[in-house]
């Protein structure tokens, strides 16, 4: 039997709990795939991919799935405008905000990032 990073959706063998990549406690359940891309909304903006991972895991915790897109600032091109979007379904997004909000309270996140709005 294998187990899943709900995260990156490795395959790890049985005694392994957490994953070598993101550290998210690793799930029986196979991820539900293929992503359906389209129902999925931008709702923060990371300022590192670390913690766009870490969101990503905080979400798993709470069942709600995530996944990081890598994207540039159009107005501040170059390292400087990168940012990663956190995107999850949009039926989940108002309680992800809370899920976010609640990591960056308990100072888990930094403030550094934003929400996207719209
Ligand atoms: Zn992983």
């Known amino acids: 039997m294998v187990k899943y990073c709900p995260v990156c959706e490795t395959e790890y063998q049985d005694a392994t709990t957490n994953c070598a990549e993101d550290n998210a406690k690793l799930s029986n359940d196979k991820p539900a795939h293929p992503l359906d891309e389209e129902s999925f909304v931008a709702f923060?903006?990371?300022?590192?991919?670390?913690?766009?991972?870490?969101?990503v895991a905080i979400l798993a915790d709470e069942n709600v799935e995530?996944?990081?897109?890598?994207?540039?600032?159009?107005?501040?091109?170059?390292?400087a405008g990168m940012r990663f979007l956190v995107f999850v379904p949009a039926n989940a997004r108002?309680?992800?905000?809370?899920?976010?909000?609640?990591?960056?309270?308990?100072?888990?996140?930094?403030?550094?990032?934003?929400?996207?709005?719209?």
């Open 94 to 118: 108002s309680s992800a905000a809370q899920l976010v909000q609640q990591a960056i309270n308990d100072e888990v996140l930094s403030q550094d990032g934003s929400y996207v709005t719209g």
């Open 44 to 55: 923060y903006a990371a300022t590192n991919e670390l913690e766009a991972r870490r969101i």
């Open 66 to 79: 995530g996944m990081v897109r890598e994207t540039t600032n159009t107005v501040f091109p170059g390292a």
